[in-house]
């Protein structure tokens, strides 16, 4: 008997050590915010927070502090208090979550001080360091691609530093500045993220931004900012806070951006806009109408009409939706002082963002199309739509998105029914917001057949389907594993 009570705790004792290091990459996933670890639990992943999936965290000072001071505490509770074994495991399996919590929130707050330290040291070099124009770029998605591709073009003449990745905080601002920031840089492009009002402002305050671009504003984030008018007030920001040039580039298609765009002008603030719509006329000083978009399997080609001149554009990149990135990026190259003749030659040396629209080849001959970067509704429908350009099967690996607030069920069914539309076949990673999604597949009138599965029975999924030029979108940073395990298998 107890060999056998001794069995069970040592199990139970290695489920509580797997929660522990799936809770603290939670943690990590979500900035250590508890605002979004709530919305999180809101879903039907965070209803089964006490049964979590496992996830191996990251190594971090943070997560190896959370993990070992939660291991060392519960450690100390099972050892110290008087109960019978079992009963000790039940408290400590109960209690982990809201106590980890708990260390999160106490580990803040030295971080905040550290944190804290090192912006105001980053300001004081960037007040030292010589003349440098700024490029801030923010909006609810394409903020990363424009970036990458704004950097590419003006790296043709001038000396660049760009934020890295997606790290778009006034902390990762802070480091790169700290450690990266040479004399010899004379354009920092900084993009800029925000998850509620005052934090693109501070971003501002740090770096000074004389030229903003804005890509789109949509549903993303909607829990944490609550409403569209609070996103557009948070993502304005940016423009408010221009000095020097103080130029402000917008997307015209856009009627979020628009509308900032028009309050702009009202600000005083030099606007320049890209479009598609070539019959509209503006009233901004600049406008870079896009059309003839054309786009293969690996390269998209269009045209862009500015001050009555025609300048046809190439890049090895996919996705007829990259027109107005790219555009958005050559304006901001001119907005730095390049010529536009040289911005557009620049375009042929673009490359993919990794995990943004990133063709990838794939088993059995067939195409990867790795877009796990994030996801939200018009990236998604964006990415779907290139598919369209397959002779072969089509097939989604999405996960649902997150965050949404209250458009989360009009835009997984506007999705759904467009991968409907599209698709063969569609794993979700997740049954998050699956009714509606299921509904959108429904209203689509295709055939496509739905299927929920975790990362590994996907991958076996694939593995036993795919043949020569079938396509595979993996949308959505769930969708990673997938990847990932099929290429580890593939080895």
């Known amino acids: 008997m107890n060999i056998a009570i001794t069995i069970v705790a040592f199990f139970w004792a290695l489920r509580i050590l797997r929660n522990i290091l799936s809770y603290a990459q939670l943690w990590y996933v979500k900035e250590y915010r508890l605002d979004r670890m709530l919305i999180h639990l809101r879903t039907d992943q965070g209803k089964r927070i006490f049964n979590p999936s496992f996830r191996r965290p990251p190594i971090s000072p943070k997560s190896v502090v959370l993990v070992g001071v939660t291991f060392i505490a519960f450690s100390v509770f099972v050892y110290s208090f008087s109960a019978p074994i079992f ?5 400590t399996d109960l209690l982990l ?12 707050m030295p971080t905040f ?4 330290l090192l912006i105001s040291l980053a300001v004081s070099k960037l007040r030292s360091h010589g003349k440098m124009v700024c490029i801030g770029i923010t909006g609810s998605y394409g903020k990363t691609s424009t970036k990458e591709y704004l950097a590419t073009i003006l790296e043709q003449s001038d000396t660049v530093l760009k934020t ?16 990266n920031l040479k004399p010899s840089h004379r354009i920092f492009i900084v993009e800029m993220g925000a998850y509620k009002e005052g934090e693109i402002a501070q971003m501002c305050r740090m770096v000074l931004p004389e030229i903003g671009i804005v890509t789109a504003i949509n549903e993303q984030h909607q829990d944490l900012f609550g409403n569209i008018e609070t996103t557009m007030k948070a993502k304005y920001e940016l423009i408010s806070s221009l000095s020097g040039k103080k ?12 509308a900032m765009a028009e309050q702009a002008k009202k600000d005083g603030v030099d606007v320049w806009c890209y479009t598609k719509d070539v019959k509209k006329k503006f009233s901004f000083g600049h406008v870079f109408y896009i059309r003839n978009i054309h786009e293969s399997v690996d390269k998209l080609r269009f045209t862009i009409l500015y001050k009555k001149k025609s300048y046809d554009v190439s890049a090895p990149v996919i996705g007829a939706f990259q027109a107005q990135n790219i555009t958005a990026a050559i304006a901001g190259s001119i907005a730095g002082g390049m010529e536009i003749i040289d911005a557009v030659e620049a375009c042929n040396s673009l490359q993919s963002v990794p995990k943004m629209m990133q063709k990838l080849d794939g088993i059995h001959g067939s195409i990867y199309i790795n877009d796990t970067f994030n996801n939200n509704p018009d990236a998604a429908c964006a990415a779907l739509e290139y598919l369209r350009i397959g002779e072969e099967r089509k097939i989604l690996v999405f996960q649902p998105m997150i965050e949404l607030g209250s458009f989360s069920q009009v835009a997984h069914e506007r999705v759904g029914k467009l991968a409907g539309e599209v698709c063969d076949e569609i794993l979700l990673t997740n049954t998050n917001f699956r009714t509606p999604f299921l509904q959108g597949v429904k209203l689509s009138g295709g055939n496509a057949r739905v299927f929920v599965l975790d990362s590994n029975k996907a991958q076996k999924f694939l593995r036993n389907y795919l043949h020569a030029g079938d396509m595979v979108l993996f949308k959505g940073k769930e969708a990673q594993s997938v990847i990932t395990l099929l290429e580890e298998k593939s080895l």
């Open 87 to 91: 009963l000790s495991l039940l408290i």
């Open 97 to 108: 979550f809201p106590c980890m919590g708990f260390f999160v929130f106490i580990l803040n």
């Open 113 to 116: 001080m550290y944190h804290s």
């Open 164 to 179: 890295a990745a997606s790290k778009n905080s006034p902390i990762a601002i802070a480091e790169l500045v700290l450690h």
């Open 247 to 258: 130029i402000a580039i917008m997307n015209a298609d856009n009627p979020y951006v628009f």
